[in-house]
């Protein structure tokens, strides 16, 4: 069976700037392993909801609870990739950080954090589904934008 994972990409827009470079994605850098950034995720326990994973890494990882969390309908990306020869299933959801001047608290599990621009965001990502997610994130971003003028 493949490892299930959960997590949100979580974005902030910063007020003193323009739309749609206001837009910033978070990013965690982890402290073991090759050091990759990824959103915060995680395993689903068993019997676990899915969203309720997604939620639960957000706020171990992150320090990030559902209360700072605006999480957008419309928008859900499944990657598939392998880790050490087992396929892995992430789900990403796409959540608004409601204050974006909330701080970010990390665990153990992660040594650096950044807010970035999608562009920056896709460097740091280095993986071509990841990168794929973000931009389509950002699309979906401008799309409502657009709806909105
Ligand atoms: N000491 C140590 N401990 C580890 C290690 N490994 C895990 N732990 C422990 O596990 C706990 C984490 O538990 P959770 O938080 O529940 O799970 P996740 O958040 O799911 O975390 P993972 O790190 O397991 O999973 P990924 O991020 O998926 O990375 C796995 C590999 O996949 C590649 N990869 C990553 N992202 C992408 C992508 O987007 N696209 C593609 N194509 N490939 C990608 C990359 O090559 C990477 O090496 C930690 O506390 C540690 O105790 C390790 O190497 N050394």
């Known amino acids: 069976m493949a490892l299930r ?3 949100f990409i979580v974005f902030r827009r ?3 700037v323009p739309p749609p470079d206001n837009i910033e994605y978070l990013l965690l850098q982890t402290s073991y ?3 990759h950034w990824t959103p915060p ?3 689903v326990d068993p019997g ?3 969203l309720i994973t997604a939620l639960r890494e957000t706020k171990e990882e992150a320090g990030l609870g559902a209360e700072q969390l605006q999480v ?3 928008f859900v990306q499944e990657l598939r990739y392998e880790v050490r020869g087992r396929p892995k299933e992430v789900l990403y959801w796409l959540a608004e950080l409601r204050d974006p001047g909330t701080a970010v608290t990390l665990s153990d599990e992660h040594q650096d954090y950044r807010w ?3 562009e920056e965001a896709c460097t740091l990502a280095q993986y071509k589904d990841l990168q794929d997610t ?3 994130a950002h699309r979906h971003l401008e799309a409502d934008l657009d709806k909105q003028q």
């Open 5 to 7: 994972a959960c997590g």
């Open 14 to 16: 910063l007020a003193v």
């Open 33 to 35: 392993g090759e050091h």
């Open 41 to 43: 995720k995680g395993h």
């Open 48 to 50: 676990e909801e899915d």
């Open 72 to 74: 957008l309908d419309g």
């Open 116 to 118: 970035a621009r999608v």
């Open 134 to 136: 973000l931009r389509a």
